[in-house]
């Protein structure tokens, strides 16, 4: 080989490491002075590497040049002449040019490769963030079980329900420990094995302390060929929302007790307002009056100014009278107490077709509401007073109907007693409109005795007030 041959192989080296130098660099940076001693700073096999290279050349180099080892090689290789040995430097040179092109292949795709993987990484930290987000960090409780309840795997979540420490701890326990009943585990993984799909609002457990808890459960069973493989159980605890609606409805129980024992106290109060009014004030009254058709009388044939007084005192005190059996009536009904809820009804309803001759009132009672206790019969009694005022006052009806009704399922210790007073006036939009205190009052008789109260109008369409309240038989 000539000293031109082997500089030829040497620089064709040379230039194919340069270019897998060159390929690797490419990957970090852009090609400039900076940013390729910034390189060679950070990658200290690449600076080694390519020191070596340079070297080793330029020693190759230099020994070939001092003592011409091309020259000295030719005798040596004529005697194998017939093998062609003048002819490597050309293959060599195809093989260096060949593992140039593998080695800028290999250096591509192997950045290929390295943006792949990158990607996937990305990828992976992006589903384990989801991951910690969806299940680790999840307020609700998720955990797998083994087809028997046997936890596998569950989220921080499920051992705060169940009262661990860690998610550790939970795993190896059995579903059917935590249940506050154990014969309904059997129920529900029976359930399960059939291939349906549990949704439980409210599931008693008892945690690993032993204090009892409220969940939200859904429960699933994963198949394999028809066999169950694993259970998906996800808990939510309600144990202290359960609780805060125990404490409101027992203060709403309370607000009733103390709106019903405010009404009965008023309406005694008004029971003895209106007996002072008929035992006091009536009887000053009636001895006004005799006094003044006494004297109206003794004085008929004397002046006409002291005829003329009696006279008018006779008529002021029926007036007064009047007024004040009417505050009585509104006090306390007297027929009430004395008749009964049917015919006080009909006497309220009488009065009102006197009073408002212009609108039909009619009075259907369905069935025997006499007998019921003396605070259904007020509640009652009061509910239509405050009705036909509303109506009186707002509705511009020209008809009123009045039903009440008692029914008494049968087995059952509870009737209810029905009561509706429907107009044809114009209505009210009930979104819009704010109730005033007559309804609000009406509502409070109503659920004070644990009824239920509601109303229906529309603009155009009347209104119909509704309310059931229940009794107890023979009460």
């Known amino acids: ?83 062609q040995l003048d002819e490597l430097p050309l293959v060599l040179i195809v093989m260096l040019l060949s593992m140039v092109w593998f080695s800028w292949r290999r250096r591509k795709e192997a950045g290929m ?83 349906k799909r549990l949704e439980l609002d409210q599931l008693q457990l008892v945690n690993a302390v032993g204090n009892p808890i409220t969940v939200m459960a859904k429960m699933m069973a994963n198949f394999s060929t028809d066999t169950v493989t694993e259970l998906h159980v996800y808990l939510t605890d309600i144990t202290e929302l359960k609780m805060m609606e125990q404490d409101l409805s027992d203060t709403l129980a309370q607000n009733r007790q103390l709106s019903h024992q405010q009404i009965l106290l008023q309406e005694e109060e008004r029971r003895n307002m209106a007996r002072e009014l008929h035992d ?75 009073r408002l001759p212009a609108i039909i009132f009619t009075l259907k009672i369905e069935a025997s509401v006499d007998g019921f206790s003396e605070a259904l019969n007020i509640a009652i009694y009061r509910l239509v007073q405050e009705a036909l005022t509303n109506v009186a006052k707002h509705a511009l009806a020209s008809s009123v109907s009045i039903l009440l009704d008692k029914r008494e399922p049968d087995g059952l210790r509870t009737s209810w007693v029905y009561l509706s007073v429907s107009d044809d006036g114009i209505g009210v939009n009930l979104r819009e409109h704010k109730p005033g205190l007559g309804i609000v009052g009406m509502r409070e008789r109503v659920e004070a005795l644990g009824g239920r109260f509601e109303i229906e109008s529309a603009p155009g369409c009347g209104l119909c007030l509704r309310a059931s309240v229940p009794i107890t038989i023979g009460n």
């Open 1 to 83: 080989m000539t000293p031109v041959g082997w500089t030829t192989a040497i620089r064709i080296g040379i230039l194919g490491y340069l270019n897998d130098w060159y390929w690797g660099f490419k990957q970090e940076s852009t090609v400039n002075f900076p940013h390729l001693l910034r390189f060679l700073w950070i990658r200290p096999a690449w600076w080694r590497d390519s020191l070596i290279v340079v070297v080793l050349t330029l020693v190759t180099y230099g020994i070939s040049i001092k003592y011409e080892l091309s020259e000295k090689l030719v005798p040596l290789t004529r005697s194998f002449e017939k093998y």
């Open 280 to 354: 006091e004030l009536g009887q000053y009254l009636n001895a006004i009056k005799l006094n003044a058709v006494f004297i109206r009388d003794r004085t008929k044939d004397m002046t006409a100014e002291v005829h003329s007084s009696a006279e008018s005192i006779v008529e002021i005190s029926t007036r007064v009278y009047d007024v004040v059996r009417s505050m009585m009536r509104k006090l306390r009904p007297v027929a009430l107490d004395e008749l009964g809820l049917s015919s006080a009804l009909e006497h309220m309803v009488q009065s009102w077709r006197e």
């Open 113 to 195: 490769e390295l943006s792949r993987r990158r990607a996937v990484e990305t990828e992976l930290e992006k589903s384990e963030r989801q991951y910690r987000l969806l299940f680790v960090e999840n307020f609700s409780g998720n955990l797998m079980a083994s087809p028997e309840g046997i936890f596998r795997f569950c989220n921080p979540a499920v051992a705060r329900i169940l009262g661990f420490a860690s998610p550790e701890q939970a795993v190896g326990k059995s579903l059917e420990q935590f249940y506050a009943q154990p014969g309904l585990w059997k129920t529900h993984l029976r359930w399960l094995h059939d291939g």
